[in-house]
């Protein structure tokens, strides 16, 4: 299984995302790994790897006037990038500073 995410990480999302920082990254993929079947408590998410702004969407396409609330909250706390997790098709950067992930790639 390691060698299945070093390869995930290295090889594929850093295809997807160059930008993107990996180690950051595998902290997130494993610890929503350990969030399966629980009850997520946003205080433990921001212990484990730091703020990162996270908007859950039902639909599979957005209005850019939507993401303006997590916007304004990746600027006000000087962060790298947020995520959104929609019901979408693919990976993909929306703006500059968010990612949008659909649910089945979780």
Same mark, same amino acid.
């Given at each position: 299984?390691?060698?299945?995410? *070093?390869?995930?990480?290295?090889?594929?999302? *850093? &295809?997807? =995302?160059?930008?993107?920082? &990996?180690?950051v990254?595998?902290? =997130?993929?494993?610890?929503? %790994?350990?969030?399966?079947? &629980?009850?997520?408590n946003k205080?433990?998410? *921001?212990?484990?790897?730091?703020?990162?702004?996270?908007?859950? &969407?039902?639909?599979?396409?957005?209005?850019?006037?939507?993401?303006?609330?997590?916007?304004d =909250?990746?600027k006000?706390?000087?962060?790298? +990038? %947020?995520?959104?997790?929609?019901?979408?098709?693919?990976?993909?950067?929306?703006?500059?500073?968010?990612?949008?992930?659909?649910? %089945? +790639?979780l």
């Open positions: 299984m390691v060698n299945y995410r *070093a390869t995930y990480i290295n090889r594929d999302i *850093a &295809k997807l =995302f160059p930008r993107l920082d &990996k180690i990254y595998r902290r =997130f993929i494993t610890m929503l %790994g350990k969030l399966s079947s &629980k009850i997520i205080s433990d998410l *921001a212990r484990s790897i730091g703020i990162l702004p996270i908007k859950i &969407k039902y639909g599979s396409t957005v209005v850019r006037r939507q993401l303006r609330a997590l916007s =909250f990746i006000l706390r000087d962060l790298p +990038f %947020g995520i959104l997790i929609n019901q979408s098709e693919s990976i993909e950067w929306l703006t500059d500073n968010i990612l949008q992930v659909p649910v %089945g +790639f």
